[in-house]
C-alpha cells in the first residue's frame, strides 16, 4: 500500500484500467502515471474515452477493471479528506444561479476550512480568487446572468476554491474568448508553479496542450498509445520537418527527418543559387494526426498497439 504523501509516490497510478457501457468496451487496457507537480494533458478523438478515465480517476464512475490509485487511495473508497485534496472542474455548474458568485465561493470555501493544514491553507481567499479567474466586476450578479465564458470562469474558480493537490480540468477552455483563454493559461502556469498543484486535462485545442503541458498522453482505441513531451512525441513521427527553399523563381519543398543534413546539402548543391529558405517543423497538430491515423490504420489488422511509441 503506498504511503499518500511521500513525494516519490505517483498521484495518480492506473493499471490495466478497463471500462465497458454494456457492450461498448471504451477503455481496454489504460496505464498511466502522473507525478507530483506535473501538468498531463489526455488527447484523443471523440468518444476516445477522456471523460470516462477522468470521472474513474475523480471517483465518479465506477471502473469494470483494473487498479486506480490517486492520492494514494483508491477514489471510489476516499473520503472527504481525500476529496477535499481534489479539485474538479466541471463541465458547467447549474446549481444555485441565484446566487452570486461571491457567495457560492465563499459558501464552497467553508466546506475546505476543517482541510486546512499549514502547509497547504485552505480555502483561498474569495477575493483573491475572484480576481484571479478575472470575476471581480462580477462577484455581486446572479450567476444566471454571467455569460457563458464568465460562468466557464467560475467553473474554474469553483474547482479551486479548496487550493487542490491535484487538479482535474476538463475541456476548461471550451468556449473561453482569446483573453480569457491566456489568463487561464496563466493561471494553470501559476498553480503549477506557485502552488506544486498536480493537473490532468483533457482538451482538443492542441496549441493549448503544447503550451500547457509536461507530458501529453494519446488515448485511442482503449488504450495510451503515445506518452512523452510534444517534442518527444514529435520525434517518433519520421518525416515530420519540411524544408522550403527557393532558387531564382523556382521554389521547392521537401520532408526530411534529418534537417541539418538535408540543408548542409542543399548548401553544398546550391549554396550560390538559394534565394529563400524556411524549415517548418512540423507542429503537435501534425504529430497528433499522424500517431491516431497512424493507429487506426494499423489497428484495422492489429487490435494492440504498443509499438507506436515504445
Ligand atoms: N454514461 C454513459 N453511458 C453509456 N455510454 C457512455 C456514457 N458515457 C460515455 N459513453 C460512451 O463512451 C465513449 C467514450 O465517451 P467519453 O465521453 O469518455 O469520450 P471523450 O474522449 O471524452 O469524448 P469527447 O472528446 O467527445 O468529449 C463514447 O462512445 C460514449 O458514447
Given at each position: 500500500?503506498?504511503?499518500p504523501d511521500?513525494?516519490?509516490?505517483?498521484?495518480?497510478?492506473?493499471?490495466?484500467?478497463?471500462?465497458?457501457?454494456?457492450?461498448?468496451?471504451?477503455?481496454t487496457?489504460?496505464?498511466?502515471?502522473?507525478?507530483?507537480?506535473?501538468?498531463?494533458?489526455?488527447?484523443?478523438?471523440?468518444?476516445?474515452?477522456?471523460?470516462?478515465?477522468?470521472?474513474?480517476?475523480?471517483?465518479?464512475?465506477?471502473?469494470?477493471?483494473?487498479?486506480?490509485?490517486?492520492?494514494?487511495?483508491?477514489?471510489?473508497?476516499?473520503?472527504?479528506?481525500w476529496?477535499?485534496?481534489?479539485?474538479?472542474?466541471?463541465?458547467?455548474?447549474?446549481?444555485h444561479?441565484?446566487?452570486?458568485p461571491?457567495?457560492?465561493?465563499?459558501q464552497?470555501?467553508?466546506?475546505?476550512?476543517?482541510?486546512?493544514?499549514?502547509?497547504?491553507?485552505?480555502p483561498?481567499?474569495?477575493g483573491?480568487?475572484?480576481?484571479t479567474?478575472?470575476?471581480?466586476?462580477?462577484a455581486?450578479?446572479?450567476?444566471v446572468?454571467?455569460s457563458?465564458?464568465?460562468?466557464?470562469?467560475?467553473?474554474?474558480?469553483?474547482?479551486?476554491?479548496?487550493?487542490?493537490?491535484?487538479?482535474?480540468?476538463?475541456?476548461?477552455?471550451?468556449?473561453?474568448?482569446?483573453?480569457?483563454?491566456?489568463?487561464?493559461?496563466?493561471?494553470?502556469?501559476?498553480?503549477?508553479?506557485?502552488?506544486?498543484?498536480?493537473?490532468?486535462?483533457?482538451?482538443?485545442?492542441?496549441?493549448?496542450?503544447?503550451?500547457?503541458?509536461?507530458?501529453?498522453?494519446?488515448l485511442a482505441?482503449g488504450?495510451?498509445?503515445?506518452?512523452?513531451?510534444?517534442d518527444?512525441?514529435?520525434?517518433?513521427?519520421?518525416?515530420?520537418?519540411?524544408?522550403?527553399?527557393?532558387?531564382?523563381?523556382?521554389?521547392?519543398?521537401?520532408?526530411?527527418?534529418?534537417?541539418?543534413?538535408?540543408?548542409?546539402?542543399?548548401?553544398?548543391?546550391?549554396?550560390?543559387?538559394?534565394?529563400?529558405?524556411?524549415?517548418?517543423?512540423?507542429?503537435?497538430?501534425?504529430?497528433y494526426?499522424?500517431m491516431?491515423?497512424r493507429?487506426?490504420?494499423?489497428?484495422?489488422?492489429?487490435?494492440?498497439?504498443e509499438?507506436?511509441?515504445?
Amino acid at each position: 500500500m503506498p504511503r499518500p504523501d511521500s513525494p516519490d509516490d505517483p498521484v495518480v497510478d492506473v493499471r490495466g484500467l478497463r471500462m465497458a457501457y454494456g457492450t461498448n468496451e471504451v477503455l481496454t487496457g489504460v496505464d498511466l502515471t502522473v507525478s507530483a507537480g506535473e501538468v498531463v494533458c489526455l488527447l484523443g478523438p471523440n468518444g476516445a474515452g477522456k471523460t470516462t478515465t477522468i470521472e474513474i480517476l475523480e471517483g465518479f464512475r465506477a471502473p469494470s477493471a483494473g487498479t486506480v490509485r490517486v492520492l494514494g487511495k483508491d477514489p471510489m473508497r476516499a473520503g472527504d479528506a481525500w476529496r477535499a485534496r481534489v479539485g474538479v472542474v466541471l463541465q458547467s455548474w447549474r446549481d444555485h444561479a441565484r446566487w452570486t458568485p461571491r457567495r457560492l465561493l465563499t459558501q464552497l470555501g467553508d466546506y475546505y476550512a476543517p482541510y486546512s493544514t499549514p502547509e497547504r491553507p485552505r480555502p483561498y481567499e474569495v477575493g483573491w480568487l475572484l480576481d484571479t479567474v478575472g470575476l471581480t466586476e462580477h462577484a455581486d450578479r446572479k450567476i444566471v446572468g454571467l455569460s457563458g465564458g464568465q460562468r466557464r470562469r467560475l467553473d474554474v474558480a469553483v474547482g479551486i476554491i479548496g487550493r487542490p493537490e491535484l487538479l482535474f480540468l476538463d475541456e476548461p477552455t471550451a468556449g473561453f474568448d482569446p483573453q480569457a483563454r491566456r489568463d487561464f493559461h496563466d493561471l494553470v502556469h501559476r498553480l503549477s508553479d506557485l502552488e506544486g498543484t498536480t493537473i490532468l486535462l483533457t482538451t482538443h485545442d492542441l496549441a493549448e496542450a503544447e503550451k500547457l503541458a509536461d507530458r501529453i498522453l494519446i488515448l485511442a482505441g482503449g488504450r495510451i498509445v503515445a506518452d512523452g513531451s510534444a517534442d518527444e512525441l514529435g520525434r517518433q513521427v519520421a518525416g515530420r520537418s519540411e524544408v522550403r527553399w527557393a532558387c531564382g523563381a523556382e521554389r521547392f519543398v521537401h520532408p526530411t527527418d534529418d534537417v541539418v543534413a538535408f540543408v548542409r546539402r542543399l548548401f553544398e548543391q546550391h549554396g550560390g543559387e538559394l534565394t529563400d529558405l524556411e524549415v517548418r517543423r512540423a507542429s503537435l497538430e501534425d504529430t497528433y494526426l499522424a500517431m491516431v491515423q497512424r493507429f487506426e490504420s494499423g489497428a484495422r489488422t492489429r487490435p494492440v498497439l504498443e509499438e507506436v511509441v515504445r
